[in-house]
């Protein structure tokens, strides 16, 4: 079995930051692409930021300059350094795996982890 969890939302002002990890676990044989979406009611979710098993990394227009993706292979984790947050990155952050584990090869998500930001 395959979990993928979250951590590391929380309330924040304007100009704050916040840290989001997301670690995937289970009978895994590799992971490949992690990536982070967010999404707010009312909205699709959306792409944030994403990294490959070897490092490149693609962000949306909104973030870049200020989130940072990152991750630790031996860990099977993926982090999200946010910077000068504004009140629009209020939303629920969702991480997607893709990986290989004992059942095959599948995309798994986490449960989500809410980011607020006051103005």
């Known amino acids: 079995q395959v979990q993928v969890v979250e951590s590391g939302g929380g309330l924040v002002q304007a100009g704050g930051s916040l840290r989001l990890s997301c670690a995937a676990s289970g009978s895994i044989f590799s992971v490949n692409t992690m990536t982070w979406y967010r999404q707010v009611p009312g909205k699709q979710r959306e792409l944030v930021a994403q990294?490959?098993?070897?490092?490149?990394?693609n962000y949306a227009d909104s973030v870049k300059g200020r989130f940072t993706i990152s991750r630790d292979n031996a860990r099977n984790t993926v982090y999200l350094q946010m910077n000068s947050l504004k009140p629009d990155d209020t939303a629920s952050y969702y991480c997607?795996?893709?990986?290989?584990?004992?059942?095959?090869?599948?995309?798994?998500w986490g449960q989500g982890t809410q980011v607020t930001v006051s103005s």
């Open positions: 990294i490959t098993r070897g490092g490149s990394t």
């Open positions: 997607n795996a893709n990986l290989v584990s004992g059942l095959g090869y599948a995309n798994y």
